[in-house]
């Protein structure tokens, strides 16, 4: 994943920050990443790593499943929370908690022909 600071003016803290992997809106991975900062105009990579096997609760995950395996892609969404500090100047003030959302299609493991996957624009909250 790529993070964007857009800002001209303005440096962000990225503290306490953690990336939730969830199929079917049910979480099946967790992980904490390192605290960063980013500066202006500036990008940074983050490879969050999710992994295991979890049970999926109720009627539709499985016959989903099922489906999206057949099909050669896996609809999955990533999460991201943070705590945000603001660096202005040389002054650095508590920011807002930002959640980001990233809606993605991967590919299955072992599928024959999968979709190529496509860079999306996730939403982001403050």
Known sequence: M??????KRVGLY???VEALALYEGQRFGFAPLDPFYQGTEESRQLAPAF????????DVAPANFRSQQSAGAFDVEVKLNAKLR???WAFKVRGPRARISCPLSLPAPGAASPPAFKPVDCKVWF
């Open 86 to 88: 603001v660096k202005v």
């Open 51 to 58: 992994g295991g096997q979890q049970v999926l609760d109720g």
């Open 14 to 16: 990225y503290d306490g």
């Open 2 to 7: 790529t993070v964007r600071n857009p800002n």
